[in-house]
C-alpha cells in the first residue's frame, strides 16, 4: 500500500524572504554596543588632552614661579593668542627693564583649544609693564588668574585657575 503526502509538511518548498524578528534585534544590539564604545572612547580621549594642556600650563606657571624665587627677580607672563595659537611668554626684570626672559621659553599651543584668561589689574606705573600678565615676585607672591579652553564647540569649557600660594585647581568651567 503506497500513501502520498501532499502540501509542506514533509518537504518545505517555502522560500524566506526577510529577516526575522530575532535577527533584527541582535544586529541592533551589536550597532548598539558599538557606537557606545566608539562615543565613551571619543570622550575619553578629550579629558585627556584637556588633562594634557592642564599640565602643560601648570608647568609653565610653576617655572615662573620658581624662576622668581631662585634668581630673585620679577617675572611676568603673558598669555597671547593668534587666530590658531596660544602662547604664554615669559618677562624677566632686569636692569629695571622687561626683557623676554632667556631661560624660560615660551609655552605655545598651536591649534590646540579656544582659549581666554584673566589677569589681575595691575596699575602701577612704575612697573612699565609690556602687556597684561601675570606677575610672579621674588618673595614668592603670585598674581591670581585663571586660563580657560574648550576643545571644540559641542565640548564644555575646562579652567585652570591658582591663587596667591599656588594652589592649583583644574576642572570643567560651571556656567
Same mark, same amino acid.
Given at each position: 500500500m503506497q500513501q502520498s503526502v501532499t502540501g509542506n509538511v514533509t518537504s518545505p518548498s517555502y522560500s524566506q524572504t526577510g529577516f526575522t524578528l530575532i535577527e533584527l534585534l541582535v544586529v541592533l544590539?551589536?550597532?548598539? =554596543?558599538?557606537? *557606545?564604545?566608539? !562615543?565613551l572612547s571619543l570622550n575619553t580621549n578629550e579629558q585627556a588632552h584637556a588633562r594634557s594642556i592642564s599640565a602643560k600650563l601648570q608647568g609653565? =606657571?610653576?617655572? *615662573?614661579?620658581? !624662576?622668581?624665587?631662585?634668581?630673585?627677580?620679577?617675572?611676568l607672563l603673558?598669555?597671547?593668542?593668534?587666530?590658531e595659537n596660544f602662547t604664554?611668554?615669559?618677562y624677566e626684570w632686569i636692569d629695571q627693564?622687561?626683557?623676554?626672559s632667556e631661560s624660560l621659553k615660551p609655552l605655545l599651543l598651536?591649534?590646540?583649544?579656544?582659549?581666554?584668561?584673566q589677569t589681575e589689574n595691575l596699575v602701577n606705573p612704575l612697573l612699565k609693564l609690556p602687556a597684561e600678565g601675570w606677575l610672579f615676585w621674588p618673595s614668592g607672591e603670585v598674581s591670581s588668574g585663571w586660563i580657560q579652553w574648550q576643545i571644540n564647540e559641542e565640548t564644555q569649557p575646562y579652567q585652570l585657575s591658582w591663587d596667591e600660594s599656588m594652589q592649583f585647581d583644574y576642572g570643567i568651567k560651571q556656567p
Open positions: 544590539a551589536i550597532v548598539g =554596543i558599538i557606537a *557606545s564604545v566608539g !562615543v609653565a =606657571i610653576q617655572s *615662573s614661579y620658581d !624662576v622668581a624665587s631662585f634668581r630673585q627677580r620679577l617675572v603673558v598669555p597671547e593668542t593668534t587666530s604664554l611668554s615669559a627693564q622687561w626683557l623676554r598651536e591649534g590646540e583649544a579656544e582659549f581666554s584668561w
